[in-house]
């Protein structure tokens, strides 16, 4: 009804097509043998019966989904359905399994299913149901599965968060090229992993090591000259930008605006227990995610660098006045950063999956989430913080649609702010 | 190489609708930055409620241009209240972060399926400034069809009418905040920038001037991506974080506490990204350097990441800044 389209008969259109549909409801309940259908109004429609051995079955729900359009109904009692649709293409057919008799289930392809037109205004969309067990998981596994993906995507965010914020305790330099490290790392990967076709336990640490080498370049060519030309800390973080856009392009010239993988990132999940699916490769990266973690821990906590570190990030001066010598100690601070950014990108590459050259920068809001959640500057509030971003990001998108997972961390992150400006472990001091 | 094209390219960039669009939100950012200290780096998600706000007001409401262009302006001082009031109080850097952060939040809320009916999703809008009704902004469009101008200056009805619409609404803007800036408010609002405790200490709201400073710059950066969506599409893909690096350094480049500063710091940053953009695919073709003209349209992006950061390093205040109004006090 191309009519509707017109703006001047609209509201008339649309006033004939209601009448004309509780017209049809009218009918419904006079004559229970038509089709139970919704959208009449459209020429194109979506429909199906819902049978089990030749028998119809009454009052299954089903809904249809796509195209920015949404309509439910349920079959009548010859088991038809009809959803009429406002335009032909691909729509997700969701049978509502719970409305089906006790034991009955769909039994392939699962619940819901891509439905697309062809030629025709009409398609046929029939489940195959039969007696078996439904793939309905309980809330509970639900979310105990997302736990296990958040902690494993916080982890992998953690690795780059506690260098972004130790580079800010020592330097006050809120780095906005950190996402470009992230993407380095993956990057000297693929090149190792790939092109040059190492094994990946040769590739992966040469990977980290050169990321390292980097952080050293960086510190030595760029951030040192430049502390002591006494730039304030704002310049500093627009300097970062002007790198981060230059980092970013560089590495676009160079693997181009596609996507590569390492290799093993199809690695088939295997169910744990309940609803929780991880690969070797996940459960590797998780591993190696806490190893290198502890030992970046005990690094802070035990040795004289570590300690000198703190004293940094306390008090720069008084650090200084101590004996520190600051300069060293912040270019070992960029080159673990840099190292640890470089290990994050190799994660990423496994966990999105793939190699792009803007990777890092689509998770750098994130990392900046969790370091300013954490209290920028503390390093273990960096990996607090990153743990809460990741598990909130992976158990929200039970509530909310997927593509609006990281929408989630962000508001909170701007109402943690609200609240507690300092983050979870900063001081108070550090507010303006 | 083929000089004159590049030369006739190049000066098309001097004038262009998306020179003047970034030159309303590169004020709108001086106006935060350069003269209320505030590091706003959300520039683009105002421009994207200015932009879309205009867009769905048409597209969904039915309102006539300027209606909708108003929603949009609303839309935006709405937006700067809700992010005023949790973030004002925070420190600089953290204000980059949040900012940056909401800007991302206004395009992840663009770019989901979740409200595809009214945003268009990643596609985007289009089709809202002509109107078969005739109330789009190219419906009100008095100029009869045919060419204008001369040279690399020639433009169609359409363009020019954008044109036209754009200087005005920019040369609105540049006499306003020249007015605003003299005026004892601006005193203030500077003062503020130097040093916040002193204008407390005078007995000023210091947050409510910041609210009031973070409103009209937030305006001004909607009626940047009204201006640009009166001639393009909006759509998610355009109001990315880049975007608010590019504005910060077109406005950096002509001078952040300037009045005319972020104005020709635009034209000269849009020139210059034409002038690259020429130069760079002929030496590309031409085989001069071995590149593939994707890989040369790349380099210009490097460019200008290494002028930023050269900028900031050696002449923070912009071509035309004065020295001693350094915008970089905290």
């Known amino acids: ?432 | 190489m083929d000089w004159g094209s590049i030369l006739n390219n190049t000066l098309q960039g001097l004038l262009t609708p998306t020179t003047l669009a970034f030159s309303l939100a590169a004020l709108g950012l001086a106006m935060h930055f350069g003269f209320a200290g505030l590091l706003n780096f959300g520039i683009a998600g105002f421009m994207a409620i200015g932009g879309y706000g205009y867009a769905i007001a048409v597209l969904t409401f039915g309102l006539p241009w300027w209606a909708g262009m108003l929603f949009g302006i609303v839309g935006s001082i709405i937006f700067a209240l809700i992010l005023g009031i949790p973030t004002l109080r925070l420190r600089g850097d953290y204000l980059a972060i949040v900012t940056i952060a909401s800007a991302e939040i206004i395009r992840l809320l663009f770019l989901t399926t979740a409200f595809t009916d009214v945003t268009g999703s990643a596609d985007g809008l289009f089709g809202f400034n002509t109107r078969t009704d005739g109330s789009g902004f190219q419906n009100a469009n008095p100029l009869p069809a045919g060419s204008y101008g001369a040279g690399p200056f020639t433009y169609n009805e359409q363009t020019l009418w954008v044109l036209i619409f754009g200087i005005i609404m920019l040369v609105v803007g540049v006499v306003l905040l020249w007015a605003l800036m003299r005026s004892p408010w601006g005193r203030v609002i500077k003062g503020i920038r130097e040093d916040e405790d002193a204008i407390r200490a005078l007995g000023k709201n210091v947050f409510a001037y910041k609210m009031q400073a973070l409103v009209i710059g937030g305006v001004y950066g909607a009626m940047g991506g009204i201006v640009y969506a009166t001639f393009a599409n909006v759509s998610p893909g355009v109001f990315v974080t880049s975007l608010t690096f590019f504005i910060w350094t077109s406005l950096l480049l002509g001078g952040a506490a300037t009045i005319l500063g972020p104005v020709i710091g635009s034209i000269l940053f849009w020139t210059l990204q034409a002038f690259l953009t020429n130069v760079l695919s002929e030496v590309a073709i031409s085989g001069i350097l071995p590149v593939s003209t994707t890989q040369a349209s790349t380099l210009r992006f490097v460019l200008v990441g290494v002028g930023l950061m050269l900028l900031v390093i050696y002449r923070p205040q912009g071509i035309f800044g004065d020295k001693r109004e350094l915008t970089f006090v905290k």
Do not use: C
């Open chain 1, 1 to 432: 009804m191309n009519i509707l389209s017109s703006s001047h008969t609209n509201r008339l259109a649309r006033g004939i097509a209601i009448s004309f549909l509780s017209f049809i409801a009218v009918l419904g309940i006079a004559m229970p043998a038509s089709a139970d259908s919704v959208g009449e109004e459209y020429e194109a429609a979506i429909l199906g019966n819902v049978r089990i051995d030749g028998e119809p079955i009454q009052g299954v729900r089903i809904v249809v989904d796509g195209n920015g359009y949404n309509a439910e109904t349920v079959t009548d009692e010859k088991g038809r359905w009809l959803i009429g649709v406002p335009q032909t293409g691909t729509y997700n057919v969701t049978l509502d399994e719970s409305t089906l008799p006790e034991g009955i289930a769909v039994l392939e392809g699962g619940a819901t299913q891509e439905v697309e037109f062809g030629r025709t205004d009409r398609v046929t969309k029939n489940f195959f149901i039969g007696e078996g067990t439904r793939n309905a998981t309980s809330l509970f596994d639900q979310i105990v599965a997302r736990l296990v993906y958040g902690i494993n995507f916080g982890l992998m965010l953690g690795l780059a968060a506690v260098g972004l914020s130790l580079v800010y305790g020592t330097t006050g330099l809120s780095n906005f090229a950190h996402g470009e490290m992230v993407t380095i790392g993956a990057v000297l990967a693929l090149i190792f992993g790939v092109v040059l076709q190492l094994p990946l336990w040769i590739a992966i640490p040469i990977a980290v090591g050169l990321s390292a080498g980097f952080g050293w370049l960086m510190d030595a060519g760029l951030w040192r000259p430049v502390r002591k030309m006494g730039l304030g800390i704002v310049q500093l973080m627009i300097v970062s930008i002007g790198l981060s856009l230059a980092l970013r392009y560089i590495i676009q010239f160079f693997i181009g605006g596609g996507t590569e993988q390492l290799p093993g990132f199809d690695e088939p999940r295997v169910t744990l227990f309940g609803a929780t699916a991880l690969s070797s490769t996940d459960l590797i990266s998780m591993a190696l995610s806490i190893v290198v973690i502890g030992g970046f821990a005990y690094w802070l906590l035990k040795t004289k660098t570590g300690k000198a570190t703190r004293a940094i990030s306390d008090n720069p001066d008084l650090a200084a006045a101590s004996g520190i010598d600051v300069d060293k100690v912040i270019r070992v601070v960029w080159i673990m950063a840099a190292g640890m950014a470089g290990l994050a990108g190799v994660l990423w590459a496994y966990f999105r999956p793939g190699i792009k050259w803007d990777m890092g920068t689509q998770i750098l809001l994130l990392i900046f989430a969790a370091v300013v959640l954490g209290g920028l500057g503390t390093a273990f509030g960096a990996l607090v913080g990153a743990l809460v971003v990741g598990i909130l990001i992976e158990t929200s998108s039970l509530l909310i649609p997927a593509d609006l997972k990281y929408v989630g961390a962000l508001v909170v992150l701007i109402l943690v702010l609200l609240v507690r400006p300092q983050g979870l472990l900063g001081k108070k001091q550090r507010i303006g």
